[in-house]
């Protein structure tokens, strides 16, 4: 069964400054997924990684995978507070018919 | 605009009614899910149609129904069997269950006193 997990769950950060989340899966996986919410919103997708070293970025934000570690990392350069937010990681496990199992979450909160 | 609608955005219900959230998509997407959102909790998947008129139980189905008689629409009923129904719902939809991209509509939020 696979199972997703996110650290940390929370996250207080200075804008400026540079922090990293993880994603940990359990089992061999086909995809990667990042999710961005803003409170009371639904999600809004970031980044689909598809193979082992695969690596996306798109402004301040970048992910990675690396399906050896069944790892998967966010990193935020230089945050700014319109980061702030929940992230989630999700993945869809192989053979799974596209279910996706999610991460409970990284809350993210980019102080001035 | 494509795109996938919910409605309504805000649901508020008596504990024993049954009650139905909306979920529409004109993206012409084959396959669509179900999942619901607790405080502080990512999603898990309540069900999921691969094609109309099929669907399959997800990680927790009990207490919930579907329906898929047309491409476009996959209501789901909140019956009174379910014991903690108050929660965020969230429809997705992708072209297929292969499909790279999972759509996720605006949400409804359910509470049920």
């Known amino acids: 069964e696979l199972k997703v997990e996110q650290n940390p769950l929370f996250l207080s950060m200075q804008e400026g400054k540079n922090y990293t989340i993880y994603c940990n899966y359990s089992?061999?996986?086909?995809?990667l997924y990042w999710y961005r919410q803003d409170p009371g919103k639904s999600l809004e997708s970031l980044f689909v990684l598809l193979s082992n070293g695969a690596v996306k970025q798109e402004g301040r934000l970048m992910a990675s995978l690396d399906t050896k570690a069944r790892l998967s990392t966010l990193h935020i350069t230089a945050a700014v507070h319109d980061l702030s937010a929940t992230y989630f990681c999700?993945?869809?496990?192989?053979?799974?018919?596209?279910?996706?199992?999610f991460g409970k979450g990284t809350k993210l909160s980019v102080k001035p | 605009d494509g795109g996938i609608t919910q409605s309504p955005k805000y649901l508020f219900r008596k504990e024993g009614q049954n009650v139905t959230l909306s979920c529409e998509q004109n993206l012409n997407h084959d396959a669509m899910y179900w999942y619901r959102q607790d405080p502080g909790q990512g999603l898990r998947l309540i069900y999921y149609?691969?094609?109309?008129?099929?669907?399959q139980k997800g990680d927790i189905a009990e207490g919930y129904s579907v329906s898929r008689e047309k491409k476009e629409s996959f209501p789901l009923t909140v019956t009174s069997a379910q014991k903690n129904p108050t929660a965020f719902y969230l429809c997705a939809s992708a072209g297929s269950i292969y499909s790279y991209e999972q759509y996720f509509g605006p949400g409804t939020r359910l509470t049920v006193t």
């Open positions: 089992t061999t996986s086909d995809r």
């Open positions: 149609s691969q094609i109309v008129n099929d669907f």
């Open positions: 999700a993945s869809n496990g192989r053979g799974s018919q596209g279910n996706l199992i």
